[in-house]
Every structure is written in structure tokens, then in C-alpha cells.
């Protein structure tokens, strides 16, 4: 089934915002509306996994080709403007195209990767969908490489960044330039911890 990469809004145990990036399977065109379902699959440990399991669970998943997003919850930059839901007890990042306010139906556990089943109870546009961005996809890509910096061999890692960075260079506009140079900067903070030189 389709993924699409999505930015997820759950809610603390105080009721604050946590935001963060995952793939959701459920949301292509004959299923994204009020009423139909969506999985998330979250790798234990996630904050957004705890939360989602807390009991009448609701939570707001995001469509958006804002790269800022993106690289912001991967480097910690997670200040966006924030609403509260319409429908469920939530958080709607503005920024984005589109949001779907969702609530837990059902939890398939597992000890590495539980599969949480989510009903759509209300979706809203938020803003106009900008085009296709080779940059923009390009960033998504690096997110994922940054996510998985500790469990990929760093060669292939350097060499698909080494790839994103020539098309980023090429097709890009602020906003992908700005998350690009976060993501950099996170590398490089990564590779000197780990010991493999700095600003390569
Ligand atoms: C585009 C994108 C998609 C992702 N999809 C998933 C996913 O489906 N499952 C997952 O466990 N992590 C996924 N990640 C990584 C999580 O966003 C990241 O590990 C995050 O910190 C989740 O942990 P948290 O809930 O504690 O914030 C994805 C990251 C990116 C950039």
C-alpha cells in the first residue's frame, strides 16, 4: 500500500504538542476522507508512540511540502506556529496543505515496530499544495538518511547525500536552502561525534 510521508502532531502527557515525521499508509485519494483509516508504524522508543498509546488517543497528521518542517523535527528546530484541532484533542501545524484530526482505533503491538490503526474523523485544507520541488524531495530523502544515521553503513550514507546535494544545489529555493544547511549541519555535528572528521 502507498506510504506518504507525513508530519504527525501528538499530544504530552501535559496536553503540549510533540511533532514528528512518519510514513502513513491509508492516505492516497480513494481513502483520505472522513471515515477511513490510516496506520502509522512507529520503531520503539518514540515519544509519538507513547503518546499515541495513552488511553482515547487522538492526534493531527499533516500533508506538506514545507521542507522546513521536515528538517526542523529532525534537527530539533521544532518551534512551528501550532492551532488547536477542530474535532479532536490536538494540534494543527497552519503551515501545511492539508490535516487529517485522527483518533487510535486500534494497536497491533510488537516489542520493535506496534502498527497503530487510526480512524479520519475530520480532514481541512490549510494551505495551496506548491508543486513538485526536486529540492523539497531531495530534503525528504536527507531526513530519512539523518534518521538512520546510526543503523546505515556511513559509506552509503555519504554517497546518497553527496547525490541530494547536487540536486539541491540545482533546483532549490530559501526555504530548501535553509533546511538543507540544518541538515548539513547535523551531519557534520554527527560525523565529528562518531569520529569521522569534521567539515567533510
Ligand atoms: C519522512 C520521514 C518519515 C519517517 N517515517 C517513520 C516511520 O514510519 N516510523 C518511524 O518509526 N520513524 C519514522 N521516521 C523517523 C521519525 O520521525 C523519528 O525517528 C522521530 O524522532 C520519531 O521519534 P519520536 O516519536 O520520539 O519523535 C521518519 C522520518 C522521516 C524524515
Known amino acids: 500500500?502507498?506510504?506518504?510521508?507525513?508530519?504527525?502532531?501528538?499530544?504530552?502527557?501535559?496536553?503540549?504538542?510533540?511533532?514528528?515525521?512518519?510514513?502513513?499508509?491509508?492516505?492516497?485519494?480513494?481513502?483520505?476522507?472522513?471515515?477511513?483509516?490510516?496506520?502509522?508504524?512507529?520503531?520503539?522508543?518514540?515519544?509519538?508512540?507513547?503518546?499515541?498509546?495513552?488511553?482515547?488517543?487522538?492526534?493531527?497528521?499533516?500533508?506538506?511540502?514545507?521542507?522546513?518542517?521536515?528538517?526542523?523535527?529532525?534537527?530539533?528546530?521544532?518551534?512551528?506556529?501550532?492551532?488547536?484541532?477542530?474535532?479532536?484533542?490536538?494540534?494543527?501545524?497552519?503551515?501545511?496543505?492539508?490535516?487529517?484530526?485522527?483518533?487510535?482505533?486500534?494497536?497491533?503491538?510488537?516489542?520493535?515496530?506496534?502498527r497503530v490503526t487510526c480512524s479520519i474523523v475530520w480532514t481541512q485544507n490549510l494551505s495551496d499544495w506548491q508543486g513538485f520541488n526536486r529540492a523539497g524531495m531531495a530534503i525528504i530523502e536527507g531526513c530519512i538518511l539523518m534518521s538512520r544515521l546510526r543503523l546505515w553503513d556511513a559509506t552509503i550514507i555519504a554517497e546518497r547525500m553527496a547525490m541530494l546535494e547536487d540536486i539541491v544545489g540545482r533546483t532549490s529555493g530559501n526555504n530548501e536552502e535553509q533546511a538543507w544547511q540544518w541538515l548539513q549541519d547535523y551531519y557534520r555535528d554527527h560525523k565529528k561525534k562518531a569520529g569521522h572528521g569534521g567539515g567533510q
Do not use: Y
Open 1 to 114: 500500500m502507498k506510504i506518504i510521508e507525513t508530519l504527525v502532531t501528538t499530544c504530552n502527557a501535559d496536553d503540549t504538542a510533540h511533532v514528528a515525521p512518519f510514513g502513513v499508509k491509508g492516505l492516497d485519494e480513494s481513502t483520505a476522507r472522513i471515515g477511513g483509516t490510516v496506520t502509522l508504524a512507529p520503531f520503539r522508543p518514540s515519544r509519538s508512540l507513547d503518546n499515541l498509546l495513552r488511553a482515547n488517543a487522538q492526534a493531527v497528521i499533516h500533508l506538506s511540502d514545507n521542507p522546513l518542517l521536515f528538517a526542523g523535527c529532525l534537527v530539533g528546530k521544532r518551534d512551528f506556529p501550532l492551532r488547536k484541532a477542530e474535532k479532536v484533542t490536538g494540534w494543527v501545524l497552519p503551515q501545511a496543505v492539508r490535516a487529517f484530526e485522527i483518533e487510535v482505533v486500534d494497536i497491533q503491538d510488537d516489542e520493535q515496530r506496534p
